[in-house]
């Protein structure tokens, strides 16, 4: 986000960074980052009851909360922001791309990509033709919960999103193979400058299993233009070698 704001002041460009931050819960991650960037900085969030998040506001604050404990050193105010759990979900959220960063710290993706496959051994064939179905349906959302999130960010954008379970990366990997293979999508991958799996793992959290990250990184209006004149150029060459 600093890295993003030094460059936009470098050239000239006085707005404010937009962020979005999917799945919020009780909007803690938000009020850190308007809290570090001041003014630099708009953010919104999703998140499904405000209710339900001011209840744990209060408890947090408190220090009533059996399960849940503030960092040291971070303090919340007790009100929720205006802009946070403005919307239930991202994909209530037209295609206009208008977010300079999209995180999602185990918010929504994780409600449509992180499934656990049943063995096969022992299942009779109506069982093993219902997970197969629960798999694809699994892959619809995904597919569609990344489209949404790539089309809401600006050109030269990044997206964060997890926390997903190693079984989880291999399905991910999975679906956009599918996808390429299926070649109605080339306008999204050639959007994205920067498509990666990261190992998010903490040893000092005691987790037994790892945990990743999704990194999603859209070329500049400027990169794209580089590419078009780069492909059109390689046409041109092959042109006048089949001549």
Partial sequence: ????????????????????????????????IRKKFGKDVDVFSTGIRKKAAKILR??????????????????????????????RSVAELSDYPEFDFIFDTGGEFIYVSDTESAPISGMDMGQIYSAMAEQEA??????????????????????????????????????LAEQRAKRKNKSFFDSLKVFEILDNTNPLAGRREPEYILRIEKYTQQELKELEEQRALRKINRTRKKK
């Fill in 58 to 87: 209060k408890s947090l604050i408190e220090g009533s909360n059996e399960d849940y404990h503030l960092p040291e050193g971070i303090s919340i105010e007790s009100r929720l922001h205006k802009n946070d759990l403005k919307w």
């Fill in 138 to 175: 699994y892959r619809g959302r995904s597919w569609e919960y990344l489209q949404i999130v790539c089309k809401k960010l600006l050109p030269g954008g990044e997206a964060s999103l997890g926390f997903i379970s190693a079984q989880s990366t291999n399905f991910i990997e999975m679906m």
């Fill in 1 to 32: 986000i600093a890295k993003k704001i030094e460059m936009l002041r470098s050239q000239g460009d006085q707005r404010k960074v937009k962020i979005l931050d999917a799945g919020a819960g009780a909007g803690l991650f938000t009020e850190q």
